[in-house]
Every structure is written in C-alpha cells, then in structure tokens.
C-alpha cells in the first residue's frame, strides 16, 4: 500500500468535475527518478529553490572533502548520499513546492496504485458536504443528565460517614 498526499490548487471551488481534475495525489515513498537523475527530475517538478540547493551541495562538498583530504572514495561517497537524500525526500519537496504555490492540503489517502487512491478519496470526498470538500461536522453529541444534588453531608465510597469515629468504617 502507497500513501498518497493530496492537494488542491488555489480556486478550485466551482464545478465539483472541473475542482476532480485538477486535484494532484503526490506519493510518499522513495523516488528513484528523483535518486537516480536529481536534477532532471526537479526541473520536471519544477522544484526551482530544491535544484538551487542541490547545484550548491553539489558544487561545494567535493572541493571541501578535497581540502580535508578526502579521497575520491569519499567524494563519490558523499555525492550519493546527497541523490539518496534527494530520493528520499522527493515527496517532502514536492509538498514544499505545492503548498508555497498556495495549494491546500486535502490529506493523505492510502492505496495500492494511483487509480485505487484516487477511487477512495473521490468516494470519500462524495460523501463530504459543500464543493470546497469540507468535511460536514458531526452532530453534537446528547448533553448528559444534570447531576442531582444529594443531601447535605453525604459521603460516597469507602469514607467514614461526618460524626462517625475515625476506626468506623460503614
């Protein structure tokens, strides 16, 4: 099963259709397009601050390992580490990117493929009250009876009763 975070850009309301096409699942997982080929796959995601972050990580950890002296063992080391970052965290950058653009968080919604995802949410957000996909509050729950008042100087439980010696016990 693949958890799915869903978002909804800014102005989405309107048309319930129009509101379902636009809406985009991001799945959290490992990415290896993102771990394999970094910089393409943020151009594609148009992740612009990610790839600025990544091209100085990658532009500055080599000369510094080479002037600690590092070997290049330690240099291709560190380079992989930085794509297996990249892949690890390609979801949190897409999140990043989708709500910096104003889109709003929907949830997250669990499944085994895309279409399966997708199937659930739109199900569950059907049974959702108004377009926005806000959820209908739950009616308020019965209040409980009022307490009636005992008579004065009643004791509940194992205490001693007012009056009574301190060894009895009632």
């Known amino acids: 099963m693949t958890v799915y975070m869903v978002f909804e850009p800014p102005g989405a309301g309107g048309d319930p259709v129009r509101r379902a096409e636009r809406v985009r699942f991001v799945h959290d997982r490992f990415s290896w397009s993102a771990f394999l080929l970094a910089p393409w796959w943020m151009l594609r995601h148009r992740l612009w601050l990610t790839l600025l972050g990544y091209v100085v990580a990658i532009a500055v950890v080599p000369p510094v390992l080479w002037l600690a002296g590092g ?28 709500t910096g653009r104003g889109w709003r968080d929907l949830g997250i919604v669990i ?3 895309l279409e399966s995802a997708e199937r659930r949410f739109f199900d569950s957000d059907a049974a959702r009250g108004p377009a926005r996909g806000e959820p ?17 100087g009643d004791v509940l439980g194992l205490f001693p009763q007012p ?5 009895a016990i009632r």
Request: hydrophobic share 40%; net charge positive.
């Open 136 to 152: 209908i509050p739950p009616p308020s729950p019965p209040s409980p009876p009022p307490l009636r008042p005992g008579p004065a």
């Open 71 to 98: 070997r290049s063992g330690s240099v291709l080391l560190a380079l992989v580490i930085i794509n297996l970052l990249v892949g690890i965290e390609a979801a949190t950058f897409r999140r990043w990117s989708l």
């Open 163 to 167: 009056g009574a010696s301190p060894g």
């Open 111 to 113: 499944g085994d493929d």
